[in-house]
């Protein structure tokens, strides 16, 4: 499956130079502490570093420029993304090949095949800057891992929307509810991410399935004849010229661009159920026999601290679990608020043993 991601980032982003030059005011972390400055050193000697990171233009800018204003040292940016890039490893490490020093993605390859594969190296005691490992500007007061073994670095957090409407065909507070989308009145009038597909449909239809059973899921995608779509943008144009009434798993991204050019879009956050979380590229990897292990250290306190972390967070639309950020031009949408009850679809045991086996009944109840 491929990974669930937040907003567009030209929601957020004016450009790619904009973000470069936030990272340009980023204070080097030179000389924090001992082991910082040996790792400094150590990692010059090396004078390179390999990354797969997303395939994000401001954020291969943001990485490659600023690690190497900041450090002198260049990174070599891969952005196979996904699947891609696990196939990709595979096939070298096969060959007798380690080119990659650090991972950054979503859930799936890392939690799914980076480790149960034995590439990774654990990142926790690599963390050695002192704003880093400073658990107080963390969220919840303490560094995130993805993995019960803290072997993968978990950086970011938002809440992703998973129902939108148009309000010039459904009124404001007429949907509160998921069960409501089963009246008849709704039947054929919204749209979904088609669940035979990985990513956010996969997702969605296995929270589903979870918290409200098969004979709801088998309703909601069969009986009430929802539109299916693959092409996220699409079906965003769709909602906004009225094809769809409502739209299942929208893109954020889209929405906020239609609804800045006038449509009425709005999203909605079902009550009967938990809201979603997410974790965007937030997953940060060290590959094991990694060919510049010091540097590969290096980038990974790096881009941990605030002044990168803001920069990757702006470039990927998504929050840094980091509690110490200023956001700018972010919409409220994303943060988590008190109070509310979420769903993480990065937690590790929705991805390792919750979400697939739902996902699997549930498109088993749809004749896929």
């Given at each position: 499956m491929n990974d669930r991601h937040g907003p567009s980032r030209s929601a957020f982003v004016g450009g790619a130079l904009a973000t470069v030059a936030l990272i340009a005011r980023t204070e080097p972390v030179y000389a924090q502490s001992d082991a910082l400055k040996a790792l400094v050193a150590a990692?010059?000697?090396?004078?390179?570093?390999?990354?797969?990171?997303?395939?994000?233009?401001?954020?291969?800018?943001?990485?490659?420029?600023?690690?190497?204003?900041?450090?002198?040292?260049?990174?070599?940016?891969?952005?196979?993304?996904?699947?891609?890039?696990?196939?990709?490893?595979?096939?070298?490490?096969?060959?007798?090949?380690?080119?990659?020093?650090?991972?950054?993605?979503?859930?799936?390859?890392?939690?799914?095949?980076?480790?149960?594969?034995?590439?990774?190296?654990?990142?926790?005691?690599?963390?050695?800057?002192?704003?880093?490992?400073?658990?107080?500007?963390?969220?919840?007061?303490?560094?995130?891992?993805?993995?019960?073994?803290?072997?993968?670095?978990?950086?970011?957090?938002?809440?992703?929307?998973?129902?939108?409407?148009?309000?010039?065909?459904?009124?404001?507070?007429?949907?509160?509810?998921?069960?409501?989308?089963?009246?008849?009145?709704?039947?054929?009038?919204?749209?979904a991410k088609d669940p035979a597909t990985s990513g956010p449909g996969a997702s969605l239809i296995a929270i589903l399935y979870l918290q409200f059973g098969p004979d709801f899921v088998r309703k909601f995608y069969v009986d009430q004849k929802p539109a299916l779509a693959r092409d996220v943008r699409q079906a965003v144009q769709f909602l906004a010229q009225g094809n769809y009434a409502i739209l299942v798993g929208p893109d954020s991204g889209n929405i906020l661009r239609f609804q800045a050019q006038g449509y009425p879009l709005e999203f909605v956050f079902p009550t009967d159920a938990p809201s979603v979380l997410s974790g965007s590229w937030g997953l940060v990897s060290l590959l094991n026999k990694a060919p510049h292990p010091n540097a590969a250290k290096l980038f990974i306190n790096w881009l941990a601290q605030p002044g990168p972390q803001l920069a990757y967070a702006k470039t990927t639309a998504a929050l840094s679990l980091r509690t110490d950020l200023k956001y700018d031009g972010f919409p409220q949408f994303l943060f988590p608020q008190k109070g509310t009850k979420y769903i993480d679809t990065y937690d590790y045991k929705f991805i390792t043993e919750q979400r697939d086996p739902a996902f699997q009944n549930a498109r088993a109840l749809l004749g896929e």
């Open positions: 990692a010059k000697a090396e004078g390179a570093v390999t990354v797969d990171g997303p395939p994000i233009d401001a954020t291969r800018e943001v990485i490659t420029q600023g690690f190497l204003r900041d450090y002198g040292i260049p990174v070599s940016y891969i952005s196979s993304g996904g699947a891609l890039s696990s196939a990709r490893v595979r096939a070298e490490r096969a060959a007798g090949k380690y080119l990659l020093d650090v991972f950054l993605s979503g859930s799936d390859q890392p939690t799914l095949t980076f480790l149960p594969s034995g590439w990774l190296d654990k990142i926790e005691p690599v963390l050695v800057a002192p704003d880093v490992i400073d658990k107080r500007k963390w969220k919840d007061g303490h560094l995130w891992f993805e993995d019960p073994d803290k072997t993968i670095l978990r950086a970011q957090q938002n809440v992703v929307p998973e129902l939108a409407i148009n309000t010039k065909y459904v009124k404001r507070g007429e949907i509160t509810q998921w069960k409501q989308m089963l009246d008849p009145k709704w039947q054929g009038k919204y749209g």
